[in-house]
């Protein structure tokens, strides 16, 4: 796990201006610096040792040094591959994983990526022909960022190298702040600045010397053809795929640990290592809380005696206001609360292991999330015919109380009566925003100025686009564009951004592709039975985890952050929103802001997750578009905090 930055251009001094580029990315390799210079490219690489760590700095050459390369992320596939390249003839000169992109260049060109499996972002410069190739791996767990200007073609594992490229004000992509409020998140190539890009996951770029660089998808999802065999044997398979993953997961030559939330991927990769790997005290971390609701200790407590693994527990009282410019500079982005949660763990897990597993994926591959069968229910429930919904059920809801917890019957049954008023597409859109802010929502938020650019601003088509493009029935759509967008751009890049600012290598071995098109390929009655989530993920748990643990609700601290932290979140109302630097500068209406807070704190109506969006957006913009430091805005936020502490 690295941090990877170059420049194409004819500029001789890039050199120095790759320095500061990769000074930006310190963090994500802290163990060492490499850098490629010639006529055209100067690529930069800085590591986090992981594997061969005598041998394996980068950049890595052939043997005629006609090809370089740069690449963040582990190739778990790379020993078969070395072998087969061997056998061929190829000379290896490291130990490396990541060597044998080169060789598999030499032999196949772009079809090379046809052959890895693993996590990945990797630039390679092809010296004679003056060609880069950059790809970013199937599931988009690596970050790949690229721009193009004065400074020619420009490319790193983070927005902040590339903002070190230009010190002039930087202007935000209205486009991306849309996404953000809406879906809370922003899809490739998108990103919050206007002239910086998202390589999107599973395609590669290429780019001839003095040209422009030309994008394709390199990989797809398959749902179709569906697998067929009874239960039984596509669960032995299931087995089967994920014991192989996981071994490869474990490749390293650094001790590897393990984040344990007691939930049910954590829970069943544990099972799995310490079981059938034989893996000895495998170390693993739970963050555990002072909310006895949300505090996930317990049950992580209970995993680790059952498996004998070597666990570590540390307990904290979250705070907000001093952590958030530290999330935001972490992320290039807006953060989430999600993002608070992997900071605290990612920081008390580094201090034991330099690589840890985690469970991304298993929701979107398995049907975990409560929408998917939601939005079959509201399917059914709408039905009825319209007239009736709109004039005798809806006023009937809207005596249910709102506010108070997301998660509340109020909500659930406002949000399913939602939906039935929308089909197909637009129906799963509508269910991932109704907690945001959806069109109408929107556009009442922003002012005159940005409303005249309003047919060009469509957050949903993000999660329209691949919906409508997937095979099979509604809940095939609805994983596929979960794994295509909500994957890749939230859960994943939290994890690898927040990580890595602590120079934490995390592996999430249910993102493999090839464990992934298996479970794509899954009948959608393995995956949603019912009211049953991740219905084959649990008949497999169950042959390693008792009942008690099994059948534990999901508890989920990270979501009801705005909710159980009110008294901070109401101070960052005042410093942030009633204070707000994008109403100064008219990108939002200040009523609207205030009479979000306003219905907010009078417990009329629950906007806790709107207005945590609008916090974090105010953040974003002051310290990445105004330029104020996050020292300076972390003394700001909590002076405000002492103060309204004083005067309450």
């Given amino acids: 796990m690295c941090g990877i930055a170059g420049l194409i251009n004819s500029d001789p001094q890039r050199d120095v201006a790759l320095k500061r580029m990769l000074g930006a990315l310190q963090h994500r390799g802290p163990d060492g610096e490499g850098i490629h210079h010639d006529e055209y490219a100067t690529l930069g690489h800085r590591r986090l040792s992981i594997i061969d760590l005598a041998g394996g700095q980068q950049p890595l050459y052939n043997a005629d040094r006609s090809l370089v390369l740069v690449c963040n992320g582990e190739i778990y596939n790379y020993r078969k591959l070395r072998q087969r390249l061997e056998q061929d003839g190829h000379r290896f000169l490291t130990n490396s994983d990541c060597e044998v992109i080169l060789g598999l260049y030499e032999r196949h060109g772009e079809q090379l990526l046809d052959h890895l499996r693993g996590m990945f972002a990797f630039a390679l410069w092809d010296v004679k022909k003056r060609r880069l190739l950059a790809a970013r791996d199937h599931l988009g767990q690596k970050p790949f960022f690229y721009s193009g200007g004065e400074q020619g073609f420009a490319f790193a594992s983070e927005i902040k190298a590339l903002r070190a490229l230009d010190r002039r004000r930087p202007r935000m992509n209205l486009a991306a702040l849309d996404q953000y409020l809406g879906l809370r998140l922003i899809d490739a190539p998108l990103t919050m600045y206007e ?146 949660c992997t900071w605290l763990l990612a920081k008390f897990t580094r201090q034991h292991v330099k690589v840890v597993i985690g469970g991304d994926g298993g929701d979107e591959l398995f049907g975990g999330y409560d929408r998917y069968y939601g939005n079959l229910y509201a399917a059914r429930y709408g039905r009825l015919p319209e007239g009736l919904r709109r004039k005798l059920l809806a006023p009937a809801m809207a005596m249910i109380p709102e506010s108070g917890w997301y998660k509340s019957l109020g909500h659930q049954l406002r949000w399913l009566h939602h939906l039935s008023f929308h089909s197909g597409s637009a129906r799963y859109a509508a269910s991932l925003n109704y907690f945001y802010f959806d069109a109408d929502k929107r556009q009442k938020l922003y002012t005159r100025e940005v409303q005249e650019r309003w047919p060009e601003l469509d957050a949903e088509a993000a999660i329209r686009r691949p919906y409508e493009e997937a095979e099979g029935g509604e809940l095939d ?166 103060d309204t502490r004083r005067a309450g």
């Fill in 195 to 340: 002239d910086i890009h998202k390589l999107p996951p599973g395609h590669l770029l290429t780019l001839e010397a003095g040209g422009e660089p030309r994008i394709r998808r390199y990989w797809h999802l398959r749902q179709n053809p569906k697998l067929t065999g009874s239960e039984a044997q596509l669960l032995d398979e299931l087995q089967a795929r994920l014991q192989e993953t996981l071994r490869l997961h474990m490749e390293s030559d650094v001790p590897v640990g393990a984040f344990l939330s007691g939930g049910m991927d954590s829970s069943l990769l544990v099972a799995m290592l310490s079981r059938d790997l034989k893996v000895s005290k495998l170390p693993t971390f739970t963050m555990g809380l002072s909310y006895q609701r949300f505090d996930e200790a317990p049950a992580a407590r209970a995993v680790a005696k059952l498996f004998g693994t070597e666990h570590h527990e540390q307990r904290v009282q979250p705070e907000i206001a001093a952590h958030l410019p530290d999330l935001v500079w972490a992320l290039d982005e807006p953060s989430d609360p999600l993002s608070l």
């Fill in 477 to 642: 759509r609805m994983l596929y564009a979960d794994s295509l967008v909500r994957l890749p751009n939230h859960p994943v890049m939290i994890t690898d951004r927040i990580c890595m600012a602590h120079g934490l290598e995390a592996r999430s071995p249910f993102m493999d592709h090839e464990l992934a098109s298996f479970a794509a390929r899954l009948p959608a009655a393995m995956k949603v039975r019912g009211g049953t989530l991740r219905y084959i993920q649990r008949k497999l748990a169950a042959r390693y985890l008792p009942s008690e643990i099994l059948d534990r609700p999901k508890q989920g601290f990270s979501s009801a952050l705005p909710y159980l932290l009110q008294a901070e979140y109401t101070r960052l109302y005042q410093t942030c929103l009633r204070r707000s630097l994008l109403v100064q500068d008219r990108v939002l209406e200040r009523q609207a802001i205030g009479q979000l807070v306003d219905e907010h704190l009078a417990k009329r109506a629950d906007h806790g997750n709107r207005l945590w969006l609008l916090i974090n957006a105010e953040i974003w913009y002051r310290m990445s578009i105004l330029g104020q430091s996050k020292e300076d805005l972390r003394r700001e936020l909590v002076a405000d905090a002492h």
